[in-house]
């Protein structure tokens, strides 16, 4: 039997080993590394074959939306699925379009986890009923969407950093750009959500649980 060879991404220990230990019952899954953060994630990929990448978001130091983007680019045919602590009203579409091939809260199931990666190691997408009714409620009224959803792949990389408290410098180090790019960024970001400064983005961004 071939087996789908998976690395999985999170700063937590306990929850890389529950995964590991669940997914060595199934005999077509197996785990060939684990990383602790998005710099490890990418270095991981780099090193080791695999066929599916399960990344939590939150992570410290280079994040999982910071990674995802590296990682889509040195291996654009990896799939990545994502498990994350955040509901998917407020990241999944996001990711999806920026080269995600599912979206998974941490509420769900093992077996529905074990699901997913069958599905995009096929080189599908698994799209839950709560990301269907989203993407179903964006093609009905594309209108209604949050501001957030309306930035595009690096925009909302910023628009992460920002929330958090990150200066443009740190921002600019973090993501290996200019100071100057990311000023670029952040005034486009306030023009496209209606903000006028950082302190009202964290707002927004608490508000809508974009981060905690």
Excluded: W
Excluded at 6 to 29: A, K, N, P
Excluded at 94 to 116: D, F, H, T, W
């Amino acid at each position: 039997m071939i087996k789908i060879r998976i690395g999985i991404v999170d700063d937590h220990s306990i929850v890389r080993s529950g995964l590991r230990q669940y997914f060595e019952d199934e005999s077509d899954l197996q785990v060939v590394g684990e990383a602790g953060s998005g710099g490890e994630a990418i270095d991981l990929v780099r090193k080791t074959e695999m066929d599916v990448l399960l990344m939590d978001l939150s992570m410290p130091g280079q994040t999982g939306i910071d990674a995802l983007a590296m990682i889509r680019a040195k291996a654009p045919d990896l799939a990545i699925l994502i498990l994350s602590g955040y509901p998917e009203e407020h990241y999944a579409l996001n990711l999806i379009r920026q080269g995600a091939s599912g979206y998974l809260s941490k509420q769900c199931e093992p077996s529905e986890i074990v699901a997913a990666i069958r599905t995009v190691a096929q080189g599908r997408r698994h799209i839950t009923p709560a990301v269907a009714e989203l993407l179903a409620q964006q093609l009905t009224r594309p209108d209604e969407g949050l501001p957030h959803e309306q930035l595009s792949e690096r925009e909302f990389q910023v628009f992460v950093r920002l929330a958090k408290g990150e200066t443009v410098g740190d921002i600019a180090e973090g993501l290996s750009i200019s100071v100057k790019t990311v000023s670029t960024y952040r005034t486009r970001i306030m023009e496209k959500m209606g903000l006028t400064s950082n302190s009202s983005l964290t707002y927004y961004a608490l508000k809508n649980k974009v981060i905690d």
